[in-house]
C-alpha cells in the first residue's frame, strides 16, 4: 500500500521489483488520475492527515508493506525550512504504520528530514511499535536514473535490530553514477521493433509499455534505418543541459554527468540574472545549452515513454514529475526488501566486529572464526537480526538445519550470536545509515 502516492513513481518501481499493489492514496486529484490511468484502479483521493477518517479502511487491506513519500517541502533545501502542516504529515505516515503494522514500512523523503523535530517524533513513534529502522541516504544516480538526486530511505521491519537492510542497499548501487548520456544517447531510449499494419499505427514501442497484438513473425530487430528521437539526438549532439539552480549552484550540467534533482522549474530557460552573472564552474554559457523537453524530464525522473500525464498544465506535470520517486530507485530499494523476506541476502557483519574480538584477547584466527559463525547463523534465520537476543536465539532454536546439528557446533552458534550482540552494544554506536553507502551514493 503507498500513501502520499502522487503520479505513481514509487508503485511503479516496487511493482516491477515484483510488489503487487493493493491500495494508493493522495490528496491532489490530478496525481490520483494520472495514478489510476498508468498503474491501475488502485489509487483514491485521501486527506491522510485525517487519520480517523482513514485508519478502518487501511486495517481492512492489511497490507504487508506500506510505502510513501511525504511531502518533504517544509524540510527540503529549495524551501524555507520551517515545519510546518506539511511536515506533521511524517507524523500521520509513522502513526498509520504504528496502527495498521505491516510487517515492512518503506519511507522517502529529502536528507534534512533526518535532522528534524518531526522525524525525531516520527522515529519514536514507529520504535515503540516495534520496528527496526535502517536510515540511508541514496543518490539516485547510483540506482538507475541519470539524477544526482540525493534522498533519505527509511525501511522498517518489525521485530529487526536498527540498520539491519543498510548492506543490502549499499550493494545495490552501481559502481559510477549513470549520466544524461546513458539515458539518451545512441543505444537509448531502448526499442522493440513491431511492423505495423497501417500507416497510421506506430511500429517502435518501448519495453515499458505493452507490446501489440503479437502475430506470426511480427517480432523483427530494429530497422538500420531507426534513429533516436530527434529531441534526444539534439541533446546529446549540443551536450549540455541547463537546470535552474538552488542556493547559488552550477546551472549547466555535460550531458556526461547526471542531472540536479529534478524540479518544477527544471524545463525553464536561464534568466537574465543569470546569464549576466553565471556560476564561475559552468562549462559553456547557459544561453548555448539544450531545451529539455518534458517528456526528457519525466524520463530522468525514471517514468518510461508510454507514461501519461493526466493534466493540460505544464506546471501540474512537472510538479506532479518533480514530487514523484524515481521508479528505478524504488525497484532497487524493493528488491532489497523482497529479498531480505525470501532469506536471499543478510546483513553484512562490520570488520569492527574481528578487531573487537582480538582486542578481548582472541586470535585472529578464532576471531575469524567467530565471524563466520555469525553470519552461517544470520544465514540459518534467513537474514533476520532481532533487537532482542532472545528472540534471536530462540528463533534459531525452531531452524530445521540447526536442530540436526550436533550440541557443540549448536553451542558455538549462540555464542557467537552472544558476542555480536555484546559488540552492537557496547561498541561505538554504528549508525543506521551505511558508511560505505553514504561514501559511494552521496558522491556527486
Known amino acids: 500500500m503507498e500513501l502520499f502516492c502522487g503520479a505513481g513513481g514509487m508503485s511503479l518501481g516496487l511493482k516491477q521489483a515484483g510488489f503487487d499493489v493493493v491500495g494508493a492514496y493522495d490528496a491532489w486529484p490530478l496525481a490520483v488520475d494520472t495514478y489510476n490511468r498508468n498503474i491501475g484502479p488502485h489509487a ?6 485525517d487519520l480517523l477518517s482513514i485508519i478502518p479502511e487501511l486495517v481492512d487491506l492489511a497490507p504487508d508493506m506500506i510505502a ?3 511531502p518533504c517541502q517544509d524540510y527540503s533545501s529549495a524551501g524555507r525550512r520551517e515545519e510546518a502542516d506539511n511536515a506533521k504529515l511524517t507524523l500521520s505516515f509513522a502513526v498509520l504504520v504504528a496502527t495498521v503494522r505491516p510487517r515492512w514500512f518503506v519511507m522517502e523523503n529529502v536528507i534534512n528530514a533526518i535532522k528534524s523535530e518531526t522525524w525525531a517524533q516520527a522515529r519514536t513513534i514507529l520504535k515503540a511499535a516495534g520496528y527496526g529502522l535502517t536510515e540511508s541516504k541514496i543518490n539516485a544516480s547510483r540506482y538507475g536514473v541519470p539524477q544526482s538526486r540525493r534522498r533519505l530511505f527509511v525501511v522498517g521491519r518489525v521485530g529487526e535490530r536498527d540498520g539491519f537492510l543498510a548492506s543490502a542497499i549499499a550493494a545495490a548501487a552501481s559502481s559510477e553514477p549513470m549520466t544524461i548520456r546513458d539515458l539518451f544517447g545512441a543505444t537509448t531510449p531502448s526499442a522493440i521493433y513491431f ?3 497501417s500507416d497510421a499505427r506506430r511500429s517502435i514501442w518501448s519495453p515499458d509499455e505493452p507490446a501489440p497484438t503479437i502475430r506470426e513473425r511480427s517480432i523483427r530487430p530494429l530497422p538500420v534505418s531507426y534513429r533516436a528521437h530527434p529531441d534526444d539526438a539534439a541533446l546529446i549532439a549540443n ?6 539552480p538552488v542556493r547559488a549552484g552550477r546551472g549547466v550540467r555535460s550531458v556526461d554527468e547526471p542531472f540536479p534533482t529534478v524540479t518544477r522549474t527544471a524545463w525553464e530557460r536561464p534568466t537574465p540574472r543569470y546569464l549576466s552573472s553565471p556560476h564561475p564552474a559552468d562549462p559553456i554559457a547557459a544561453s548555448s545549452t539544450a531545451v529539455l523537453t518534458v517528456d526528457q524530464i519525466s524520463r530522468i525522473q525514471g517514468f518510461p515513454l508510454s507514461w501519461r500525464w493526466e493534466a493540460s498544465a505544464k506546471r501540474d506535470v512537472l510538479q506532479m514529475i518533480a514530487n514523484a520517486v524515481p521508479a528505478p530507485v524504488a525497484a532497487s530499494i524493493g528488491r532489497a526488501i523482497l529479498d531480505r523476506e525470501a532469506g536471499k541476502s543478510t546483513p553484512e557483519i562490520h570488520g569492527g566486529f574481528l578487531q573487537w574480538l582480538v582486542r578481548r584477547g582472541r586470535s585472529r584466527q578464532s576471531a575469524r572464526n567467530v565471524k563466520f559463525l555469525a553470519g552461517k547463523a544470520r544465514r540459518l534465520l534467513g537474514g533476520r537480526t532481532f533487537a532482542v537476543l532472545a528472540l ?7 531452524v530445521e538445519e540447526f536442530k540436526a546439528m550436533k550440541r557443540n557446533p549448536q553451542s558455538d552458534l549462540r555464542q557467537a550470536l552472544r558476542l555480536l550482540e555484546q559488540y552492537q552494544t557496547q561498541a561505538p554506536k554504528c549508525r543506521s545509515v ?4 553514504e ?3 552521496l558522491a556527486a
Open 439 to 441: 561514501r559511494i551514493q
Open 392 to 398: 534471536e536465539l530462540a528463533a534459531l532454536e525452531t
Open 434 to 437: 551505511d558508511p560505505l553507502l
Open 44 to 49: 483514491a483521493v485521501a486527506d491522510l492527515g
Open 239 to 244: 551536450g549540455y543541459v541547463y537546470s535552474r
Open 68 to 70: 510513501g513519500g511525504p
Open 195 to 197: 511492423p505495423s499494419t
